[in-house]
């Protein structure tokens, strides 16, 4: 959840990058079940698996963590929308 939605666009790529850095998850989809944008909230499931290093995936740049900073995010009119997020490495 967020109180508005820059900050639910931050908790959620936040959420991912955690998971990242606890269990080695990646995930390869995202389904988003609910889409609240008067409350801010957003319900979602990852599907994917664990980061193999060396094994089956290629290790790049890490992620340390997500920003604000010049975050931007454009509705379109068909209800899709456009992000630009910079992370820290």
């Known amino acids: ?13 936040d959420e991912f990058l955690f998971q990242f850095s606890v269990d080695g998850f990646v995930a ?3 389904e988003i079940e609910s889409l609240d944008l008067e409350a ?12 193999q290093p060396c094994v ?3 290790q790049g740049t890490e992620i340390k963590a997500i920003t604000y ?7 379109k009119p068909a ?3 456009e992000l630009f997020v910079i992370v820290d490495i």
């Open 1 to 13: 959840s967020g109180r508005d939605l820059q900050s639910l666009l931050y908790a959620f790529m």
């Open 69 to 75: 900073s010049a975050m931007q995010i454009t509705t």
């Open 56 to 58: 089956k995936h290629e």
């Open 40 to 51: 801010f909230t957003i319900v979602a499931h990852g599907y994917g698996e664990t980061f």
């Open 28 to 30: 390869r989809r995202v």
């Open 79 to 81: 209800g899709d929308a």
